[in-house]
């Protein structure tokens, strides 16, 4: 089992700025590709961006040129710095991540941290 801890929601305005962490750890588990998605009530969880062990990133284009994620590796844990928030973006966020034990694919979730932009 892997288990995410996800840090750093909250209340911002908007314009404002907001990072969120997400520390991942288990044992015997090779962690691949982590990422950021967010859900609000009544509507299906989307992806908000993704990266890869290679720093590869993905981003939905509805944040891309505002929000960035990063990653240490050496540490497991992935960041999304949130920045020029908006009040769409009020949602609960979860960590995700792919890994693999014993060469099966494994997808991991954290338990959410919710995220407020007031107007």
């Known amino acids: 089992q892997v288990q995410l801890v996800e840090s750093g929601g909250g209340l911002v305005e908007a314009g404002g700025s907001l990072r969120l962490s997400c520390a991942a750890s288990g044992t015997m588990f090779s962690i691949n590709a982590m990422g950021w998605y967010r859900q609000v009530p009544g509507k299906q969880r989307e992806l908000v961006a993704t990266t890869s062990t290679g720093g590869i990133t993905n981003y939905a284009d509805s944040v891309k040129g505002r929000f960035t994620i990063s990653r240490d590796n050496a540490k497991n844990m992935v960041y999304l710095q949130m920045n020029n928030v908006k009040p769409e973006d009020t949602a609960v966020y979860y960590c995700?991540?792919?890994?693999?034990?014993?060469?099966?694919?494994?997808?991991?979730w954290g338990q959410g941290t919710q995220v407020t932009v007031s107007s």
């Open positions: 995700n991540c792919n890994a693999v034990r014993w060469l099966t694919s494994y997808n991991f």
